[in-house]
Structures are given as C-alpha cells and as structure tokens.
C-alpha cells in the first residue's frame, strides 16, 4: 500500500506547497526584568489545570441497521478516518484450518470485490492516496479506511463493497500462502519470537485456543470456499462496531453510514464466547537453547482481569516495580544500578476475555541471567514484604492523573477508544469508567499496594521463561554466586524449539 | 487548533494537471527565534489538546566521531538523562569528590585493559569479554571500584530527573541518535512548560555525568540486543560498513565492540563541551502555548547557557567515488535474500525529491517491483525501497526476500531489470501522477499531533534546514518524467552498487526437522 510505504520515509518525504509564512527574526534581546530562577523545580508553580474527558454518550449513535457508531467531526484537516471492529477472530478457526481468520482478514481488503478485481481496487485506492487495511486478530476483526474527505463517497462505497462483497482472488489467496510459509519459517530465527511464543504457551497451555499455531499443512488446506465460509458467517453489520472522524457532519455521515449497512446480502452467527480454558504452567525455570549471546528472560505470573476490584491497586503496584519507566524500581536495579539490561520492565495487564499473566522481562548476557533473575525476584519479594514509600506511590499516582488528558488526544484516538470499549463491553459494564478514573487513582493507599502485591506476587513461585546460551546461562558469573538453578522454584525443564513449519516440538 | 491559523494554498500543479481535485496544502506555521548565546528557537502553536511536545536537537551524530570513540554520541544521549548538579544527588560537592575518586581507579583499569588486549594479540587470552580473562590485578581495581560506585548510591537520588518529570505528568520522555544528529523530546501537561525550560535548560547546563560506566555496560547490553542477537543485526552492520570507504558513516551509531567498553569519562567531558553548546542546538515546540510567553521563558532559562568557546569542527572527509561493485555473500538465520545499496546524494541535494518520487514509482503494492518481483515473476514475497539522504551523504537501497524455491541471483537480475526500464523509457503521466497525489494527501497526514511535527522539525533542522517542511512539497510536485530518467541513470550504476546476498544458514545435523512421537 503506497500510503502505509511514505510513512517509514516519514521524515524526509514530507510534502508542503507554498511557503513563506515564516517569519525570521533577528537575535531576540533578553528579557526587561528576569526572574529568580529557582534551584529546584519543585519551588515551580504552575497554574491549574481543568480537564474534563469527553462523555461517550456525546459521540454514540446507534444505527438502525445494527452497529452502533462513534462519530466525531473534525474539521482541521481535510481527511476522514473510519474504523469498522467486528466480533470475529483467531479464536474461531476450525481445527485444522488453522490462519482462515488471518487469511479471512488480510484479504477481505486484498483480495477484490463483487464489482473491482484485486489490482484494479488497489490501483484505483492508490490514485485516491486512499489507505485500506483488515485483519483478523485473535478477538477482534478489524477494517480502516483513511481517506480525503473530497473522496468519502467513493471510499465509501469501496469499504461496503469489501465487507459485504469481497471477491478472495484466488491469485491473491495463493500468493498470501506463499508469503505466510516464508514468514512461519522465520519461526526459530529471532530468540525475541522464540520467547514471545514459549510465554504463551507457559501462561496458557498447550490446549489453549490462542496457542493453536497455523501450520504449513493447515496454510495449505485453507481455499477460496473456506475464506467465503467464515466471511459469511462472521463480517454482518451486527457484529459491527464503526468509529468514524473527520472533515464531515455528523448528521451527513451517520445517513452514509446508514446506507453502507443497508440490505446487507446474507445473515450472520452471532459468535460464541471466548474460551477462556486457560492453564499456567506449574513453577520452574524453562530454557529454551538458542545460540546468542544474550538471555531473555520472563519472569511470570498468573494475572487478573481488568474488572477486578483491585485493578487499580494493581496497576499502581507494577508501576513502582517495573512498569513505570525510569522511576521504576525494576529499571533502577537491573538496568541504572547494575548496568545488567538495555530493557528490563513488568507487566500487569488486566485481561479483556480472560486473565493476562503478570510479566517481568529483561534482556542480559548469558553470564548474568541468573544474577539479574535474583534482583528481579528480590525487588518483587520486597513489594509484598514492605510498604512503599508515599513519595514512590504519589509520583505513581500523579503521573496517571496528569497523564490521563493524553488519552484523548485527537479525534480520532477519543471515538476508536470510545469504539472499542462497546465492542469489549466496558461502556455496557463501566459506563463511568473515564469520569472516575482520577479519582480511583487518588484513592489507591500504600495499604492496598501491599496487599495486592502479598496477593499476587507472592501467591505461588514464578515460572521463569529463559531463551538463549543454555551451556553459559548455567554458568553464572564469578562475580556473583547466583545460579539459575537455585532460583527456580522447581526443577530446570529444558523446553524443546518446535518445528517451524508443523510446530511439532523438536528433538533436543 | 484553529484551522484559520494555519495557511492554505492551493496547489496550482494539481490544478493545471487536472488528474484531481485541487488539493490544499497547508503550512507549518512555524516562528524561528535566535539567543544571543547562539541557540535557535522554533515555536508552532497548536491550540487543540492541552499538552505541549517540547525538544531539541544537538547537530553532532556518530559522523561526528573517531575510531577509539565510536558509539560516544550516542553514549552521550543516554548520560544526558543522569542528572544536574542539584538532581540526582543528595551532596553534590561528595558526589563530585567520588567521582574524581572512581576516575583515579578508572586510569588504573584502562592500564590494565591494555594489557589484557597485548595478551589477546598474542593470543594467550582468547575472549577479552570472558569474565575468567581479567587478571587479578584488574578484579582488585574493579572491586574497588565498585566499592566507589556503592559509596557514591548512598548519595544518589536514583533517576530523579524522570521522577520529577513523571510526577508532573510529562510522557513520552525519550531521545534518538543518528549519524547526524541527536534529539531529544518529551510532552508536558500545557501548565507545565516552566517545568520543561528548567529541566532542559538545566541539563544543559550543569549537567553531570554520573553513573557513567554502568550506563556503558547499558549501552553494551543495547548493542547485544540490537544488533549481536537479532537474525541479520551483525550482517547488516557489517554491509552498512562496506559500503563507505572514507566516510565515517562506515562506523555503527551505536559503537563497536571494541570502542563502547573503553570510552572514558574524559572524552565524553570534551565531547559534550565540543557538540553541546548553544549555537549547536535548536529547541523546539509544538502545542498549546502563547509564542511570547514561550518565548520569554526561553530567553530567562536558556538564555544563561554561556556560548561554546570552540566552534565544532566541520566535516571535511567525503565519500571517495565507488569504482567497482562491492559484493557481500552471507549465510544466516534468516529467509533468502538480496538488498542492494547505490551512492546517491545528501540531504537538500537536488536530485533528492527525483530519487523519492522514483521509490515510490517502484515500491508500494501497485508499484512495479511488486508488480514485476512479487505478483508477476513470483520470484520474490516482498520488496522494499529506501532512498536516504542523511546529512553529509546519501544512498538508495532496494531490498526483496527470495520466493524459495527461486534464488537470489534471479531476484537481483529482476530488480536489475525493473530500473533499467526507468533509465529507458518516461513514467507514463497517471502513473507519475498517482505517485505524487500520495505525497500531496501525506502532507495532511504528517500533522496529526504535536509530537509528529516536532520530530519533523528536529530531523529537518538536525540535517541542515527546517524549512523543508514547508519548502519540500513543491518540489516534490515538480519532478517530471525526465528527471527520473536522469536520476536513474546517473546513480544507478554497476560500478556504484553494493550487493548483499542472504542465503539460509544450514541446520546442524542434530537439529534438523524431525517430527516427535
């Protein structure tokens, strides 16, 4: 896609016509009267701050032929953006068939429709300078047209017809093959994916939907029947969410809107629930042997969900261990105190659909994995051991508060968040969630900081996942007497690398 | 914002094309100011969230270095963030005194060091980064050092210049460093931009460089995850090093090995003394703020920074001409595949916006690589093009993964084969035109928040002019069919290739594919 190409130049293929606004000035003279400037930036004062978040209720409309709509008018430039989320996804792949959602999705936009063959759609988009993307992902289906606005009904017409009428090339659909076996066959090179499969496979189970990999054989069974199957089956207005901002009126684009999802050719399912089956891996320290010369290492737990009563606190808690950047303690030890790890940082995401695990990670040289390990596992022993200092939780605290207008800041970013909570059903279950987010910040205690930590962190041993030098990792250091062994909980399981193409595990 | 503040033109080249409705471009309002200590000011308000992206850009990069010291610019970056005389520390004059202490041991380790490498040429050390190499000596020196360091924590106020960010509500706080240039940025709640002037200005100008030889272990760490256990990070490195014969872009941003370990404090002192004075900095901000206020706290806070005593010192070496094709063959964890690298031109060079126009005549889903490599030939799954024009020097890269069975010697031919064309025969005018309809919407889409544009801005000014964002888009408009002729055959050359070949690093026998019952 021409578009999605200019911004990884984005920086020197900007584009203005006409010039001369600006305005060169000479040497400015210092200021008349200059005031003190203080020693210490606390003595600062600053004015307040009054900041209310936009209300969902202002920007949702539910259309009459079945999604509801987030619109927003923007009129600072001449673009429009539309976001359609669909309740479709990984999760619905039949055995077997594993990557048909992926393929489903990438194509829907890829592959033509009723009336344009897949190259004269492309063409026409790209003289249009008009982006359209899809894609399956494990939960959600996602399709985004961003256009100029002096083209919306045109685009418009483009986004019914892929939803409703795409074409699957079978051209296209074999090329996508193609390309989805050279990547599977990446699987192994990179001990970054190595890891980020293995913690999937660690915090969920073999069994778990999420960690039914497509394979070559289920790449190869996949036809053009089978992308219109579940096409059919799944992308139907009432599985829709639409989020829409722009150079438009309001009232102009929800009649449009209402037109693209009129009479729409076939009937839906609803889909089923998300499985959420999930199993943890018991505690110990698993290796996968990789020849680099840098371990990475997650350290893992299991998680909440992000309705949980004590979200907040939790939220609070990993950011004064490791989820708050610089001033958290996690970066202070492994990467400023002990110069251990470029990136080292925590995790306590609360699931959508089911729990997400708690994840400490770093990346260090295989002779001090299990010195960095041992400080990682201290500091998290220390949150549950000790309360926090207020100053660690105050600046915690305020940097949510004084973060929170960032959330909103575009057009776009309020109505594609407002969005996806209908489609996840935060507005359904917390319709007052953005208006008391501050105060339920503010009113986290070092308490409950404890409390959640005791709670969570301390529940069971870790299980730790470790990708790299198995021969040097076990080494350890001269300098420090930690060993990997002795850390783990449980004994060392050696976790074997599997098959690109199969997934099947290999012999070690 | 309020779109009035913003001034619209119509594109007249658009209209008198007629392919498409006239597009309107719209300027970057931007204010450039100069202190008398020689910093420049560039101010764009936007009025639409309340929230201020403020940076600054250092004109000094890893070109900027020398062999022994590559990888201290970005080095730097990182110390930048360690503190001031008054953050960061409980005791400053204690803190400086350790230091001194630890810069003592320091001359008495690099001594050590030295010999440690005589023994490694001789080969009677094998690994120098193997902890079992040091000799005793070196463990005694290293472990009073680390005694130092423990004494000087005691004083430390560990990373205060991001707390007190934080606490405030700033976001984003994060730095870049390229061949050419350093940039630093952050966003701050709208309230706070004399918070920003006086920690910016501050860093600037009484910085202090603690805890400089853990950072250095940091950076080690950042090179291994970069570039040592990334698939083609070491391949890449080693091919970007062979295409420049005498420029310093031969060296990694990020340093060799051997130079990242041995940097002393001193040099990054000088460093910093050299490339860190005002009249080599431009600040920037982009948000929600009133100009003069701005601007009034900007003359109180940095205007205190006293002007280098040393201008910093041009860069005379160029690339010597490419007389004969460079050829890298490698063998990796990674799919088959070709990039091929060409000598082209510098930023604001001319034949730069030709060059850009001609990338996208031939990457994109609808371009002809793709056309020809992937969907026609299906010798290649994906093609890529990159014309980059840095600041002293240029190049233009084309980049495909084999489609296997296919190799990569048919892949080369075909891109071959692809440009070729472009030295033949004129881009016909709707394709041209699609091209440059894309450039003129991207000139809307680049203005999507603050910190979009500022970064722009900092790039821009960092590689020799801002004004580019706002002088750039006509030209871009104005190349014609026979330019690009022009451009591809006087830079696509054999003579002026560099070509590297990935192939797939066979399996050891024991790990080879074999299902398990």
Same mark, same amino acid.
């Given at each position: ?10 920086l020197l293929?900007v584009?203005?016509?006409g010039?001369g606004?600006t305005?060169?000035?000479p040497a ?6 200059p005031?003190?400037i203080?020693d ?6 600053f004015?307040?701050?009054d900041?209310?978040p ?7 409309v539910?259309l009459r032929?079945?999604?509801v709509?987030y ?5 600072e430039?001449p ?6 989320l ?25 592959g033509?429709t009723?009336?344009?063959?897949a190259d ?5 988009l790209?003289f249009?300078a ?6 399956v992902?494990d939960?959600q289906g996602?399709?985004r047209?961003?256009?100029?606005s002096k083209?919306?009904?045109?685009g418009?017409?483009?986004?019914r017809?892929t939803?409703?009428?795409p074409r699957?090339e079978?051209?296209k659909?074999?090329l996508?093959?193609?390309?989805l076996?050279q990547?599977m066959?990446?699987?192994n ?11 999937e496979f660690l915090?969920?189970?073999?069994a778990?939907?999420s960690n039914q ?10 036809t053009?029947?089978d992308?219109r199957?579940?096409h059919r ?5 009432s599985n829709f ?5 722009g150079?438009?009126?309001?009232e102009v684009m929800?009649?449009k809107l209402?037109s ?15 499985p959420?089956?999930a199993v943890?891996?018991s ?8 020849d680099v010369n840098?371990?990475?290492?997650s ?17 609070l808690m990993n950011?004064i261990?490791?989820g708050g ?17 470029y ?12 729990p997400e695990?708690f994840v400490?990670?770093?990346?260090t040289?295989s002779?001090?994995?299990a010195?960095a ?9 220390r949150m ?5 200092p207020?100053a660690?939780l105050?600046t915690a605290?305020?940097s ?6 960032r959330?909103?800041a575009?057009k776009?970013?309020?109505v594609?968040r407002f969005?996806?909570?209908?489609f996840?059903?935060?507005f ?8 008391d987010y501050?105060?339920?910040?503010a009113a986290v205690?070092?308490?409950d ?5 005791k709670e969570?962190?301390?529940?069971r041993?870790?299980?730790i996942l470790v ?10 250091t001269?300098e420090?007497?930690e060993?990997l062994?002795?850390l783990?909980d ?6 074997p690398l599997?098959?690109p193409?199969t997934m099947r595990?290999?012999p070690? | =914002?309020?779109?009035s ?5 119509t594109?007249f080249l ?17 204010q ?8 420049r000011?560039l101010?764009v308000e936007r009025?639409?969230e309340p929230?201020v ?9 890893s ?5 022994g010291?590559t990888g201290?610019?970005?080095?730097f970056?990182?110390m =930048?963030?360690k503190?001031?005389r008054?953050?960061?520390?409980r005791?400053?004059?204690?803190d400086?005194?350790?230091?001194q202490?630890q ?12 010999k ?9 050390v ?19 050092f680390d005694e130092?360091?423990?004494?000087q924590r005691?004083?430390l106020?560990?990373?205060?210049f991001d707390?007190?960010y ?5 976001s984003? =706080?994060?730095?870049?460093t390229?061949?050419d ?5 952050i966003?701050?709640p709208?309230?706070k ?5 006086w920690m910016e ?14 950072e250095?272990?940091v950076v080690?760490?950042?090179?291994r995850?970069r570039t040592?256990?990334?698939?083609l990070?070491k ?11 005498s420029h310093p ?5 990020v ?6 370990p041995a940097i002393s404090?001193?040099e990054a002192?000088?460093f910093?003394?050299t490339?860190?004075?005002p009249?080599?900095?431009?600040l ?5 703020f ?8 900007i003359r ?9 005593s040393?201008p910093p010192p041009d860069l005379v ?6 007389l004969?094709?460079?050829r ?5 964890e ?5 990039t091929?690298v060409?000598?082209t031109v510098?930023f604001?060079h001319k ?10 005549v031939?990457a ?14 299906e ?5 890529t ?5 840095r600041?002293?020097a240029g190049?233009?890269?084309?980049s495909?993964e084999?489609r296997?069975?296919h190799?990569p010697a048919?892949v080369?031919s075909?891109i ?5 064309q ?7 005018a ?7 309809n894309n450039?003129a919407?991207?000139e ?16 821009y000014?960092?590689?020799g002019?801002?004004?580019?964002i ?12 026979g ?12 003579e002026?290739r ?5 192939t797939r ?12 019952s």
């Open positions: 896609m021409k578009v999605v190409q200019l911004p990884t130049a984005l293929t584009v203005c016509l010039c606004t305005a060169k000035q400015d003279r210092q200021a008349e009267t005031q003190a203080p210490r930036p606390e003595k600062l004062e004015a307040p701050l900041y209310q936009p209300d969902p209720a202002d920007y949702r539910q032929n079945g999604p709509a619109l927003a008018s923007d009129r430039l673009l429009v953006d539309i976001s359609i669909v309740h479709t996804g990984n999760y619905l792949d039949p055995k077997g068939k594993e990557g048909l959602a992926g393929l489903t999705g990438y194509l829907l936009s890829k033509g009723k009336s344009l063959s004269a759609l492309e063409e026409r790209a249009l008009a982006v359209l993307t899809s894609e992902t939960t996602n399709l047209l961003n256009l100029l083209d919306l009904d045109e418009l017409a483009i986004l017809s939803l409703a009428e699957f079978q051209d659909l074999a996508r093959q193609e390309q076996l990547l066959k990446q699987r090179d990179d001990s970054a994916n190595i890891e980020a499969r293995d913690r915090a969920y189970g073999d778990f939907w990999y497509e394979t070559e054989a289920s790449i190869r069974s996949i053009q029947d992308l199957t579940f089956r799944w992308f139907h207005p969410v639409v989020a829409a901002s150079d438009f009126d309001r929800r009649e209402e693209v999802f009129a009479d729409w050719p076939f009937a839906g399912d609803e889909p089923p629930a998300i959420t089956n943890f891996a505690p110990g320290a698993y290796l996968v042997n990789k840098q371990g990475r290492v350290i893992m737990l299991p998680g909440v969900m992000r309705t949980d009563p004590d979200y907040f606190s939790i939220v950011r261990l490791g950047g610089f001033t958290s303690r996690i970066v202070n030890r492994v990467r400023s105190d002990e110069g251990l790890a990136a080292a940082s925590s995790s306590f995401p609360g699931g959508v659909y089911f695990p400490a990670a770093f990346q040289k002779r001090t994995v010195y390990t041992s400080i990682v596992l201290e500091e998290m022993k549950a051991s000790e309360p926090v207020d660690e105050e605290q305020r949510m508060i004084e973060t929170f207008p959330a909103f575009s776009t970013a309020v594609r969005a996806d909570d209908e996840t059903g935060r359904q279950q917390q319709p007052d969630y953005y208006k501050r105060d339920r910040v205690t070092v308490a900081v404890q409390r959640v930590a969570h962190l301390e529940s041993a870790p299980t990708v790299g030098d198995k021969l040097e990792i076990l080494k350890g001269p420090h007497p060993q062994q002795d783990a449980g004994p060392i399981v050696d976790l599997r098959d193409l595990p290999l070690q | =914002m309020n779109r503040a913003w001034k619209q033109t594109s658009l209209l008198m094309l007629g392919c498409v409705r006239p597009a309107v471009a719209q300027q970057v309002p931007v450039e100011h100069a202190l008398p200590n020689g910093m000011v101010l009025h639409d929230s992206s403020g940076g600054w850009v250092a004109h000094v990069g070109a900027n270095e020398r062999p010291i201290v610019a970005h080095l970056e990182h =930048m963030f503190g001031t008054t953050l960061g520390t005791d400053y004059k204690e400086q005194r350790i230091i202490q810069e003592e041991v320091r001359s008495a380790i690099r001594e050590e060091e030295a440690l490498r005589a023994a490694w040429r001789r080969g009677d094998e690994d120098l980064q193997n902890p079992e190499s040091k000799s005793p000596r070196l463990r005694e020196l290293e472990a009073r130092l360091v423990a004494a005691e004083l106020v560990k990373n205060e707390r007190i934080t606490t405030a509500g700033a984003g =706080m994060n730095a870049f390229t061949t240039l350093t940039g630093y940025f966003t701050v709208a309230n931009l004399e918070l920003w002037a200005s501050e860093r600037l100008l009484h910085p202090v460089f603690r805890e400089f030889y853990s250095r272990d080690f760490e950042e090179r995850m040592e256990s990334t698939p990070g391949f890449t490195e080693a091919f970007e090093s062979m295409v420049w014969t872009y031969q060296w990694p941003v340093g060799w090995p051997s130079d990242i404090k001193a002192d000088s910093f003394a490339f860190y004075a009249q080599n900095i431009t920037v901000l982009v948000g929600d009133d100009a003069r206020n701005a601007m009034e706290l109180r806070y940095f205007g205190r920074i006293p002007k280098g040393t070496t160029w690339e010597v001409p490419q004969a094709e460079k890298m063959n490698a063998e990796a990674a799919n088959p595949r070709v091929i060409w000598h510098p604001g034949d730069f916006y030709a060059l850009n126009i001609l990338s996208e031939l994109t889903r609808t371009g002809r690589l793709y056309k020809g490599l992937v969907l026609g030939s010798v290649a799954t994906d093609v093009t990159s014309p980059e024009s600041k002293w190049t233009f890269e084309i495909a084999v296997e069975p190799t048919e080369e075909a071959y084969h692809e440009v070729d472009l030295k033949q025969e004129d881009v016909p709707e394709e041209l035109q699609k091209v440059k450039f919407a991207y809307y889409r680049r203005l999507s928040s603050n910190m979009n544009i500022l970064l722009q801005l900092l790039f000014d960092g590689l002019d801002w004004r580019e706002n002088e750039g888009g006509p030209k871009y408009q104005a190349v014609s069919a330019d690009i002729r022009r451009v591809a055959k006087k830079y696509f050359t054999a002026n560099n070509v590297a070949v990935y690093k066979p399996a050891p026998a024991s790990e080879e594919a074999q299902p398990q």
